[in-house]
């Protein structure tokens, strides 16, 4: 295996397929350690796809992922701050990394600004669409943008994302849509609806989606009074949180929330959040 510390120019693309492959696998700690050993290497020019760059997204995004959103969000600012649209390659990063801001402003629930920023990527794709293909990360924006929906309570525009954005989604992030639809349900109080969506959010979610599918099922269950139900479902929800996500993922917050109303106990204080891409 070429050691990123050894690689040319050449083999940066190779080493960075390796970094995203380990990243859908959920070894986010393992690729933001090797993304930062990357991005600390002597800057090489632009015109020569420097690691730099590249590495500095892929670390922030999988930071993100984990769930550590709030010092993720600091370095993002900083990052697409200095990340100037010079060429195309650089507009594509600029775009994901404004892309993992979207989910870090979610996670904190600052969802105006989220999807003020979700709105403005899905302009600069459809600006460079003849030049790039861009389908993967405009599905990933508009997934996000559905939970930004949920989050701001406009539930029939988010199931209206949602519905829409499914047929041009793939890979796991298929599971999280599904389960972020029958979110826009539970809005909507539709809690059978979307029992029956939840349930085609499988096989296994991401690791980024750690307890998201349980929570969704446990509110839907709750909805309709099936409390016994909600309650094991929610438990679930809050050990998959504890054995897949950072300490500091605001969806941890999120399910003792869940957990306290269906069961009449007190929280413990919490932050809460939204599900990363």
Do not use: K
Not at 89 to 116: D, F, I, K, P, W
Request: charged letters at 30%; proline letters at 5%.
């Amino acid at each position: 295996m070429t050691s990123i510390r050894t690689a040319r120019d050449s083999e940066w693309q190779e080493t960075f397929v390796r970094l995203r492959t380990m990243t859908r696998q959920g070894r986010y700690e393992e690729v933001e350690a090797e993304a930062r050993a990357l991005a600390a290497l002597p800057r090489r020019p632009w015109r020569r796809r420097p690691p730099h760059w590249e590495a500095r997204v892929l670390a922030t995004g999988t930071a993100v992922m984990h769930g550590r959103v709030t010092e993720a969000l600091d370095e993002l600012d900083r990052l697409i701050a200095e990340l100037e649209p010079v060429g195309l390659n650089s507009q594509m990063l600029r775009l994901t990394a404004r892309g993992n801001r979207v989910v870090a402003l979610s996670g904190l629930r600052r969802y105006a600004e989220a999807e003020t920023e979700a709105l403005g990527i899905l302009r600069g794709l459809s600006r460079i669409a003849h030049r790039a293909p861009v389908s993967r990360l405009e599905a990933n924006t508009l997934g996000h943008l559905a939970a930004v929906l949920c989050g701001l309570a406009r539930h029939e525009e988010a199931e209206a994302v949602a519905r829409g954005n499914l047929p041009r989604t793939d890979g796991p992030a298929v599971a999280v849509l599904y389960a972020t639809l029958a979110r826009s349900l539970n809005g909507q109080g539709r809690h059978e609806e979307a029992l029956t969506e939840v349930r085609r959010s499988v096989p296994h979610p991401p690791r980024y989606a750690g307890g998201y599918v349980d929570l969704v099922t446990a509110e839907a269950l709750s909805g309709l009074g099936r409390r016994a139900e909600a309650e094991t479902t929610a438990r679930r929800a809050l050990t998959d949180c504890e054995r897949q996500l950072h300490p500091s993922h605001p969806r941890l917050g999120e399910a003792r929330a869940l957990l306290a109303r269906v069961t009449g106990e007190e929280p413990r204080e919490e932050s809460r959040g939204e599900p990363g891409e």
